[in-house]
């Protein structure tokens, strides 16, 4: 998707130890209208699938999947990283190795919200070591319903998420992959 | 917003502890039709506002805000309660105390996303003790920026927030205020 490159070139702030600071655009500061163009290549990428829900885990996934859910006319769940005491009983629940926090937590969605007959479209804004989309992944299996696809803003393909779940028989549409980022010499997208 | 109020009164659940659970429409599964119309209210309410910048609080306050920005045409900010190792030095920081987690944590507001030049419109999704809210003024007050108000989907007009918050002269728009909630006699909502 041009437009998201672009942007990621012009407002994203290449740091050490890999990481991709786009906070000014996409996951703290965030920019409604791109959110708007990303939905839209989602749901054309997605056009015939029949999704009934959209899955993303809190909380910068959970912009991006609310706009892109007005698409699909569809509900968004997202899974949540700390059980809370609103939440009761009956829940999935998987783990997820955080990239950007250093740390393993817990992720739960309330079983009700995910129905076998569900068909489900997962929305995050990266991929990296493919732990996220993996602990989604095992929620929506869990529940027995069925698994769309994953559809990724910003994919950092040098590491092997993309290659795991993809692996996993998993569709992954990824907006901008990353093929490699260096402070000096910038950022080189993957031809697609 | 009757729309609303019909919606809790059909799917919300009244708990002990003066609990309310929306989580199938509101702040876990999420309807984005609904939300379509909750940011429609808040542009009618806020509409001559000159807003330039909407401000949230991870993580069920974001797809409300994000929704709600569409309408006003403008970025969404949200505030972050832990330090990552993405967001380095310059922040806003306030502190919360959680009436769903029981605990009290940090918020941080990178600085280049709020300037004083802003006119800031606060959404979140509910309004209790209104620590979240006073947290997030406080950040906007931080920067110098102009706080026009903010828009709350539930409030609970039992609690002290909403007293609170408007005795400092912020304007506060709740969609539905309840007055009492009982698990046998259920919730009555204050006449408007």
């Known amino acids: 998707m041009q437009l998201l490159k672009d942007r990621i070139v012009k407002d994203g702030k290449v740091r050490a130890g890999n ?25 054309r990428r997605f056009a015939e699938c029949d999704v009934t829900k959209i899955l993303t885990i809190e909380a910068s996934g959970i912009g991006i999947a609310c706009i892109t859910a007005q698409y699909f006319d569809v509900p968004v769940v ?32 309330a079983k009700e919200f995910i129905k076998p007959e569900d068909r489900i479209l997962i929305i995050d804004d990266f991929l990296a070591n493919g732990s996220a989309l993996l602990g989604l992944s095992k929620l929506v299996k869990d529940a027995g319903a069925t698994l769309i696809g994953a559809g990724i803003v910003i994919e950092k393909g040098f590491q092997e998420g993309g290659s795991i779940v993809r692996g996993q028989g998993v569709r992954v549409e990824s907006l901008a992959i990353i093929d490699s980022m260096n402070e000096d010499t910038g950022i080189v997208f993957r031809n697609e």
């Open 19 to 43: 990481v991709l600071k786009v906070d000014s655009f996409l996951n703290h500061q965030m920019d409604i209208q791109l959110f708007g163009e990303i939905g839209k290549e989602f749901k």
């Open 78 to 109: 997202f899974a949540k990283k700390n059980q809370t005491k609103n939440i009761a009983g009956d829940v999935y629940t998987g783990k997820v190795e955080s990239f950007t926090h250093g740390r393993t937590y817990d992720i739960i969605v």
